[in-house]
């Protein structure tokens, strides 16, 4: 089954993000497009893992619903379950200041989680240009786009790593006791 769905958060001028949502080996993996009018440029990949891996390098989603909240504004809710630890997804957009926000919950049902990330691969050049607010910038076209982690309200901000072309996102604390959920939350903009 090949299913696609996109969520745009595209401003005035006709640039901002597409994230597309591709049914593949049996979850939803996202590509995000950087586009100026009718012109879409690729600049992430999310890596996804299989259904062997009970920790996989994203977020394992089975299930996708978009919705429209106003003209401008949508949300896609994405759920799944990889080894007995359930995982949920909330991106939404802002076309004011074309970014898409994604939070991250996984509820761990085992004595303690193993890898928690949301992984990326960059097709286009990325650095980490702020360490201490975790803001990555992506350059295509000309432009710039950027990846921030956000505040979860626990304090400390999560991870944000870059290997080569290969971009992490880690939650950094973790419960005291399990079974648990935990949060990350980051922002691209376009």
Request: glycine share 6%.
């Amino acid at each position: 089954m090949s299913e696609l769905k996109n969520l745009e958060s595209i401003g005035p001028d006709a640039t901002g993000l597409r994230i597309s949502m591709v049914w593949e080996n049996e979850r939803f993996k996202h590509c995000v497009d950087w586009v100026a009018g009718e012109q879409a440029f690729r600049i992430l990949e999310s890596v996804e893992g299989d259904e062997k891996d009970l920790w996989p390098p994203s977020p394992a989603l089975q299930q996708l619903t978009l919705e429209q909240r106003t003209q401008s504004r949508q949300v896609g809710l994405i759920v799944g379950m990889a080894g007995n630890s359930h995982w949920s997804v909330a991106i939404e957009n802002d076309p004011r200041d074309r970014s898409m926000l994604f939070e991250v919950a996984c509820r761990v049902a085992d004595t303690e989680a193993g890898s928690l990330t949301t992984t990326y691969k960059s097709m286009v050049p990325v650095k980490i240009i702020d360490p201490i607010e975790r803001v990555a910038e992506l350059s295509i076209a000309g432009r710039k786009c950027r990846i921030k982690v956000e505040s979860t309200g626990r304090g400390e901000l999560d991870e944000l790593k870059i290997e080569g072309n290969i971009i992490t996102i880690t939650p950094t604390e973790m419960p005291e006791t399990w079974p648990a959920t935990v949060e990350w939350k980051y922002r691209l903009f376009g």
